[in-house]
């Protein structure tokens, strides 16, 4: 059997998320599954590097197949963007060694959830972007980041109370900047902020909530300081809400 690493992309609007479920066939893991067991006539497992929620977009999202085929990796591929829907692309596909596992042997990942800071609406983003017309202070957003770095138990930033994993995790990196958005080619100022996270691994929800919290500081709702208390209390109902899924998107995964 050999191995295949593809690296995909995906708008995940229309889908329940990653992975497969009995319930629905519109899972983009049931989607690549059903493909490729056509592909091969064979039943095929796809191992994704992680599960994005439902509504949740990837650039990067890296998956594994193995197969008894006589195909080369190439018209895999190709094969697989002729039949996958328009919304699923697989942008590389290589054979990987037999014991490479896209979700065990991941390092890190890199996410960004982008913001629209204006009164007016985005049409031609608003599937990418979440809308928030009061004003934002980005400074006291990055101070309040600031304390999320390093090693922590994100116990209180994520909503599965019911897991017995561990809930520490490293976050390398938070990066807050504010960009000009464009819409259909005419750049409209400064109005769109993105927050960037990377990190050798994030919970559930982990991500979503952090920037839920870290926008109530933007919008003085609480303070930088407050970041502090949450980590160590370590309660979901003290950190800040869920933003929606829709501004939130897989970059990349890292293996070295």
Request: aromatic share 8%; hydrophobic share 35%.
């Amino acid at each position: 059997m050999r191995n295949f690493k593809m690296v995909l992309q995906y708008e995940g609007t229309r889908y329940q998320g990653w992975q497969r479920q009995e319930s629905t066939e519109n899972t983009i893991q049931g989607k690549l599954e059903a493909l490729l067991t056509k592909m091969t006539g064979q039943k095929t497992e796809v191992q994704g590097s992680g599960r994005t929620d439902a509504g949740v977009h990837a650039m990067g999202q890296v998956a594994n197949f193995h197969g008894d085929v006589a195909m080369s990796a190439r018209e895999i591929m190709e094969y697989m963007n002729m039949y996958l829907p328009e919304d699923i692309a697989v942008i590389a596909l290589e054979e990987a060694p037999e014991r490479f596992h896209s979700r065990l042997n991941a390092k890190g990942k890199t996410y960004c959830y982008r913001v629209v800071n204006d009164s007016v609406p985005h049409v031609f983003d608003r599937r990418y972007v979440y809308a928030i017309k009061e004003q934002l202070d980005m400074n006291a957003m990055e101070r309040a980041a600031a304390y999320l770095l390093g090693t922590h138990d994100f116990k209180a930033f994520t909503s599965n109370k019911k897991s017995k994993k561990s809930t520490i995790r490293t976050l390398d990196e938070i990066r807050i900047e504010r960009t000009a958005s464009m819409s259909m080619g005419m750049e409209k100022g400064a109005d769109e902020i993105r927050f960037w996270y990377s990190g050798n691994g994030f919970l559930y929800h982990m991500v979503r909530i952090i920037t839920g919290t870290l926008l109530e500081v933007g919008m003085h709702q609480r303070k930088p300081e407050e970041i502090a208390e949450i980590l160590a209390g370590g309660r979901r109902e003290d950190a800040g809400g869920l933003v929606p899924a829709k501004g939130l998107t897989l970059m990349e995964v890292r293996y070295l």
